[in-house]
């Protein structure tokens, strides 16, 4: 499948063009393809290189297995991850509400349409914007939402939003800081940018190493921690106000987790998963390092 892997050349925070093996990860769900993960010798900063070609790169997500971006209610952990889903769309929209003025959104990456559907009928003025031809079809035709693709966003007018969401997705993101250069201009200046991403600077990470399902190479090319996020963003005349933890996730990518690394599926996988993603997030009360965080943005 990997036809044309190409290797990261220069660190995307800090420019360093020296990288030192970290991790190598298999591709559980579609490839089944190992891939090397580095991180870059100046900051730090945790990267998939060699990783698909960004034109190849949707090859890496035509799996009925990749539910992030499709409804498939298939197996146990993913019924799980639906009900999740739907409970944590509404905690997504009362943050959003607790760091805005206005109500218009941009939700980047929206999937299916699920948390726009939910904002649209709350009193959000919505757009999203996908790139998956199947979801972003399934987004307006299920909900009738305004979906654009991804070229099509050089086309919005500038300080058009209050707020922008990127729920799991700048992982996926290939042209990391001309896209955040990007949605900043797109934003009002008193606007906030709501990114969620998983954070490898977690415990549940030290557990797992490469089993840990947020690596979910080669489709997450960005590994987040806290110093990098926030030195990114700082790199792009951006601050993050404040960080806030998604405790779910800790559940569901442990139960994930539980299934790489042991072969085991369903409800064995699911108790202990459930069982680590406590532990998980009893550690990150201490800490604050949670299996995914969410970061809240404003301007500089
Ligand atoms: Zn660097």
Redesign the pocket.
């Known amino acids: 499948m990997a036809e044309n892997l190409e290797s990261l050349t220069s660190?995307p925070?800090?420019s360093?063009q020296t990288f030192t093996p970290f991790i190598a990860c298999k591709d559980y769900t579609v490839s089944r393809g190992t891939f090397e993960i580095v991180s870059?010798g100046?900051?730090?900063?945790v990267a998939t290189s060699p990783r698909p070609a960004e034109a190849e790169a949707y090859k890496y997500y035509q799996s009925e297995d990749y539910i992030s971006h499709s409804n498939t209610r298939k197996g146990l952990i993913n019924k799980v991850y639906a009900w999740v889903r739907n409970h944590s769309i509404k905690k997504k929209e009362n943050l959003l509400k607790q760091y805005t003025k206005g109500r218009r959104l941009l939700d980047h990456g929206c999937g299916t349409g699920e948390f726009l559907d939910y904002c649209q009928k709350h009193g959000w003025d919505t757009m999203g914007l996908e790139p998956g031809d199947d979801a972003r079809g399934q987004a307006i035709s299920n909900y009738g939402l305004s979906v654009i693709k991804e070229t099509e966003i050089n086309s919005l007018e500038e300080k058009r939003f209050d707020a922008i969401t990127l729920w799991h997705v700048l992982e996926h993101v290939y042209p990391l800081n001309e896209r955040i250069q990007k949605l900043k201009s797109l934003l009002k200046d008193d606007g906030v940018l709501i990114v969620a991403v998983p954070n490898h600077n977690t415990a549940e990470e030290k557990k797992y190493r490469e089993f840990w399902a947020a690596y979910d190479v080669p489709r997450h090319i960005w590994h987040f921690d806290q110093t990098s996020m926030k030195d990114l963003m700082k790199n792009n005349g951006l601050e993050v106000i404040t960080v806030k933890p998604m405790v779910f996730d800790a559940y569901y990518i442990s139960m994930v987790s539980e299934g790489y690394k042991n072969g085991k599926g369903g409800l064995v996988a699911m108790l202990s998963g459930f069982w680590a993603g406590f532990i998980s997030n009893s550690h990150a009360r201490g800490t604050g390092e949670y299996s995914s965080l969410i970061y809240v943005i404003k301007k500089l």
């Open positions: 660190c925070v800090c360093g870059c100046t900051c730090g900063f």
